[in-house]
């Protein structure tokens, strides 16, 4: 992997690994284009991008971090659960869906979803949840159910996750803030599990190119968090729903 391989992976891993358009669906169809294989040695580098992902999290909400917040993050570890249950039993079956076809079928599905959910979606503000301190138990059971959905390839965590707490009575700002903060254990929890079975592999991998691409990363999520929620100011999801199906039907044509 070059230094050019890790900032373009750096930035796709940034920038959408918090919209609802799925990172892992484009860093495989990245990795297709730029001819790199899934080794080893590219896994323990995806552990370091990921990584700079979540740390971009915290610093965006730092004044959540905190032990006032304990609250939060029992709604949060709760919609954490059904994941992290499901993930770690059918582990195997996940890693056997993983293909183009996969992928561009679930880019198109969700663009769909998203679509339905925005045409019946009644912007109400004074009706919707704007704080994700508001949010309750039940609610954040539902939205980790809805996560369940982001084992399969292509789907996109924060997708499933948005569209989950936008059913429930969040406003779109908070769906959004919602799935930033959810992102938080379920990317620890994965970034841990690879690094403890890719922690070997570091010690092939150059570490210029796992600091360009962890620094690339970070700086671009930090960003596009901000940036996100800015859009959600005066735009829908309707964009990003409209992209997927495009996106998807794009990957069907180019593949076949």
């Not at 580098?45 to 971090?65: D, R, S």
């Not at 663009?111 to 309750?136: M, R, T, Y």
């Not at 671009?220 to 735009?235: G, N, R």
Request: without cysteine.
């Amino acid at each position: 992997m070059t230094i050019f391989d890790s900032i373009i992976l750096g930035v796709i891993e940034g920038f959408t690994e918090f919209l609802p358009i799925s990172s892992t669906g484009h860093l495989i169809v990245a990795s297709e284009f730029l001819g790199i294989n899934q080794t080893n040695v590219t896994k323990a580098y995806e552990v370091i991008i990921q990584f700079g992902a979540i740390l971009a999290v915290i610093l965006n909400y730092k004044e959540k971090f905190t032990l006032k917040k304990i609250n939060l993050w029992k709604k949060v570890f709760l919609a954490f659960l059904p994941i992290g249950i499901v993930g770690f039993i059918f582990s195997h079956q996940i890693k056997e869906l993983f293909s183009i076809n996969v992928v561009a079928t679930m880019f198109i599905v969700g663009g769909v979803i998203f679509l339905l959910v925005e045409k019946f979606f009644i912007p109400h503000e004074k009706q919707l949840i704007d704080d994700v301190e508001n949010v309750n138990f039940k609610q954040s059971l539902i939205i980790g159910l809805a996560q369940i959905f982001a084992l399969i390839p292509g789907t996109s965590r924060a997708g499933s996750t948005i569209i989950g707490a936008l059913l429930v009575g969040l406003s779109r700002k908070a769906s959004a803030e919602f799935s930033f903060l959810l992102a938080f254990p379920v990317m620890g929890a994965v970034t841990a599990y690879d690094l403890l079975k890719h922690y070997r592999e570091f010690s092939d991998v150059n570490l210029l190119t796992l600091g360009v691409g962890f620094i690339v990363s970070f700086v671009i999520a930090f960003l596009t968090i901000k940036l996100f929620l800015k859009f959600l100011e005066k735009f829908t999801f309707v964009a990003f729903g409209v992209y997927r199906i495009l996106f998807g039907i794009l990957l069907l044509l180019l593949f076949h």
